[in-house]
């Protein structure tokens, strides 16, 4: 099930970004194998099923210091048509599984390679995080209220937004491409590239002169009356985004500023500051429900500020099935959505080395070269 049935994509072991790439895949279909280190506890320090990023995968546990382990690693990569890596660059050439020597094996390979700061550049060697590859592109300064340190939601925009969905894309239209050509070849995937691409829709405003570079000091950034988010009588948040003027107007007649002279008052700039306490404090007469009850579905653009508990019990995401249990875990179902090739439902996110024997198998070892390899400590 899934449009990427089929697909047979290698994901050496790592966190973030590459293994929220490999389950995206692993979603749509694609059959994602991952090279666990035999022996290494996993990221998150608990039991598999807890990382929702392994669902649907299966996996073989190497000791790549081992005699023979690198050649099943890559006898399992001669099959692949995708492979992904998150390691610093020079790493997989180290352990004899750089893109030379698997293209080298499998010409058709997409070698995806995910990094924060890129392949090349004066940076590329630094450690880094989420937070400090959306610092460098730009995507972290407009975050967050003006007199208060830039912010973002963790890990959202650089690691998953910059990083998997790129690397994603790529990997995809780079198997596209070989299947007409035959053609393998190496994606550079930096997550600076990626953030920075993302604030193309900013970059368009501020060349025309509707964004000013300063935080906090536009339409779409919190400066706005209309667009910001507001706590509630009882502590709760919710979200206005009444950008058109349509929603705009049925914002204020709905509560209740019909007669306050607001009609025109969306674009004049100098009564935001004025307009945003005149906001905050009406906001804070009702409780989150009960704007709920009078805004939401209404054409205003709203929506409470939910917590991840309450995310997954609203109404809109019940109905649309948006979270679903696997393995007694609640997590974000599988997404688009797909009207001739749904995807499957997401599979049990397996221990490491748990399929070793039977995917060494379809590689072409027999049984006593799979004794082999367990009698050398290699799997």
């Not at 790439?21 to 194998?33: E, W």
């Not at 048509?81 to 599984?97: A, C, F, N």
């Amino acid at each position: 099930m899934g449009p990427l049935t089929g697909l047979k994509i290698i994901e050496l072991a790592g966190i973030g970004p590459g293994p929220f790439c490999g389950m995206l895949l692993a979603d749509l279909g694609a059959d994602v194998v991952i090279v666990d280190r035999k022996g290494m506890p996993l990221p998150l320090g608990a039991k598999a099923k807890f990382d929702i990023t392994r669902r649907g995968k299966r996996s073989i546990a190497v000791d790549l210091k081992a005699p023979h382990a690198t050649e099943a690693v890559l006898r399992l990569i001669d099959h692949a048509d995708g492979l992904i890596e998150g390691y610093r660059p020079g790493v997989t050439e180290r352990l004899g599984l750089g893109p030379d020597v698997c293209l080298g094996r499998n010409p058709r390979l997409v070698y995806g390679r995910m990094t924060g700061w890129g392949q090349s550049g004066p940076l590329a060697s630094a450690s880094g995080h989420d937070i400090n590859y959306i610092a460098l592109s730009g995507a972290l300064f407009h975050g967050g209220q003006s007199d208060r340190p830039p912010a973002a939601p963790p890990t959202l925009v650089g690691d998953i937004g910059g990083g998997a969905m790129f690397l994603a894309l790529g990997l995809v239209s780079a198997i596209f491409h070989a299947r007409q050509t035959g053609q393998g070849q190496v994606i550079d995937a930096a997550i600076t590239d990626g953030s920075a691409l993302m604030t193309s829709l900013l970059y368009g405003l501020m060349n025309n002169g509707y964004w000013q570079n300063r935080r906090q000091s536009n339409a779409l950034d919190g400066a706005a009356f209309w667009y910001d988010c507001y706590q509630c009588a009882d502590g709760g948040w919710v979200s206005v985004g009444a950008l058109e003027p349509q929603f705009y107007s049925l914002l204020i007649d709905l509560c209740g500023l019909g007669d306050e002279g607001l009609q025109d008052a969306q674009y004049d700039v100098a009564r935001w500051p004025e307009l945003k306490r005149l906001f905050e404090n009406l906001f804070r007469t009702k409780t989150r429900d009960q704007w709920c009850q009078l805004l939401e579905g209404t054409d205003v653009c709203f929506a409470p500020v939910l917590n991840m508990p309450e995310a997954a019990a609203h109404a809109h995401n019940q109905a649309r099935q948006t979270f679903v249990q696997v393995d007694g875990v609640t997590q974000p179902a599988p997404a688009p959505r797909f009207s001739a090739t749904p995807a499957r439902p997401p599979g049990p996110a397996p221990e490491p080395g748990t399929q070793s024997s039977e995917l060494l198998e379809a590689a072409g070892f027999s049984a006593a070269d799979i004794a082999r390899l367990r009698a050398a400590g290699a799997i």
